[in-house]
């Protein structure tokens, strides 16, 4: 436990020392790397799943996609041509080499559950930052990560104290249905309580009602994203994605419920913004 919340104090550190030193491309960028070591981590573990990917090629790929989706770089438009034209090939090797299949599904699947979901909070950034009055979104984007990973704490710390009914034993045995009562009441206090301290850095429009009722939507999600990540640690026989961060794991397992959470706060934003 120890070493769990000194390794969260100092990644919040990292991610907020950096955002102050470089604004948004910096925030854009520490993500895109983020995002490259949790896809290392799930490549391996769709390795043992039997569903080895193109490595190096969806590593690249995957950086590309979210430095794209934060910074603009106007190379979006080659980006999908070229795996287009790489998995076309992939599929063509595979007439040759039926293992091909297995590569060319995990290619897929790689690209699309890590840097495909991750690249919504750069999305974030880009597409919301000039509704917030600091400007550049990114502190929207961290409203979503501490939502995310706060239903996270409040389900480890409420399941540990009281937790009784299992929410998915085959998957995840230590998750609890009062876990998720209480991570859930996590998420609502620390979406409001940012709002109430760093109004600046959130859309001028976001109110108090929209910091209590958008963290339930987020963490239900968050929650889902745990347990997918769990799903696959299972099926690859390993407790832990990697171990790189003490009391945590891998970027993977510092992932795990940032990942769906990403898209639906991106899509619940989009319909706010649309009906406000």
């Not at 990114?138 to 009914?165: E, M």
Request: net charge positive; charged share 10%; proline share 5%.
């Amino acid at each position: 436990m120890i070493k769990r919340t000194l390794s969260t104090v100092v990644l919040w550190a990292i991610v907020i020392g950096t955002i102050v030193e470089f604004g948004a491309t910096g925030g854009v960028v520490l993500l895109a790397v983020f995002s490259t070591l949790a896809q290392y981590e799930f490549n391996g573990l769709l390795e043992k799943c039997g569903l080895p990917p193109w490595k190096w090629a969806t590593l690249a790929l995957g950086e590309a996609m979210v430095l794209e989706a934060g910074l603009n770089l106007k190379c979006g438009i080659f980006l999908w041509p070229i795996g287009a034209i790489a998995l076309t090939l992939g599929a063509l090797a595979c007439v040759q080499n039926p293992n091909a299949h297995n590569r060319l599904a995990g290619s897929v699947l790689s690209l699309a559950y890590v840097p495909g979901m991750l690249m919504f909070y750069a999305l974030v950034v880009q597409k919301f930052g000039p509704t917030c009055e600091h400007g550049d979104g990114v502190g929207l984007a961290i409203w979503i990560i501490a939502v995310a990973k706060f239903t996270d704490v409040g389900g480890y710390l409420v399941g540990s104290l009281i937790g009784r009914h299992k929410l998915a034993p085959s998957i995840s045995p230590g998750k609890t249905w009062e876990g998720v009562a209480g991570g859930l009441a996590f998420a609502m206090l620390v979406g409001m309580g940012i709002l109430k301290f760093s109004p600046s850095w959130l859309p001028s429009l976001f109110s108090f009602k929209l910091a209590l009722l958008l963290p339930l939507p987020i963490g239900v999600a968050a929650i889902i994203s745990d347990l997918s990540e769990s799903a696959f640690k299972r099926r690859a026989g390993v407790k832990d994605s990697g171990r790189r961060i003490p009391g945590i794991g891998g970027a993977l397992d510092l992932a795990d419920s940032l990942l769906l959470a990403g898209p639906v706060a991106y899509a619940l934003f989009l319909i706010f913004i649309a009906f406000a």
